[in-house]
């Protein structure tokens, strides 16, 4: 598992660390040239460390603005709603940490899988099954807060159909 590179979307993978119970360690890479940022999300019971060594990242931290050249470093407290990417010219590095590590590295493992390594970007239907199936350490924080719910529940319902 150390060494392993996962792709989290076309613009976007990681390279696994190190992994205890405590913490996922990663190297996270992004490409320029994202058509638009990844939806807002949040964890709800794992913290995040991100620690920008080269390039640039932008970031929304719930709902705060952000723009993190290298040397720089935010925490991401579980629960916050959270989205980054790289919006400049040029490859973004970081040091990527989530604390407990939880089944991160599998929910990434079936996004890898999901993009057939970042080749394309997956299937609704089965994005939506592995958004359910991970709902303990990845939810979409789309929309006004109050239907979080509601949203949450229609992709447990899609995942459910989908997975029959």
């Known amino acids: 598992m150390e060494g392993e590179l996962l792709h989290l979307g076309t613009h976007e993978a990681v390279r696994v660390l190190r992994e205890t119970e405590d913490e996922l360690e990663v190297e996270g890479f992004w490409t320029p040239g994202a058509a638009a940022p990844p939806p807002p999300h949040l964890h709800p019971s794992q913290d995040e460390y991100f620690e920008v060594y080269a390039g640039s990242l932008d970031a929304l931290i719930g709902g705060a603005e952000r723009h993190l050249a290298a040397g720089e470093a935010v925490k991401v407290p579980r629960g916050v709603p959270h989205k980054m990417w790289n919006a400049s010219n040029a490859d973004a590095r970081a040091l990527w940490r989530t604390q407990p590590a939880l089944r991160t590295i599998d929910w990434f ?37 109050p239907l979080w719910p509601l949203v949450s529940a229609a992709f447990r319902l899609l995942g459910w159909v989908t997975r029959r």
């Not at 592995?130 to 979409?140: A, H, P």
């Open 109 to 145: 493992r079936s996004i890898d899988r999901l993009s057939q390594h970042g080749a394309r970007q997956p299937p609704i239907a089965q994005v939506t099954a592995s958004l359910d199936e991970y709902r303990d350490v990845f939810r979409l924080a789309v929309g006004p807060r």
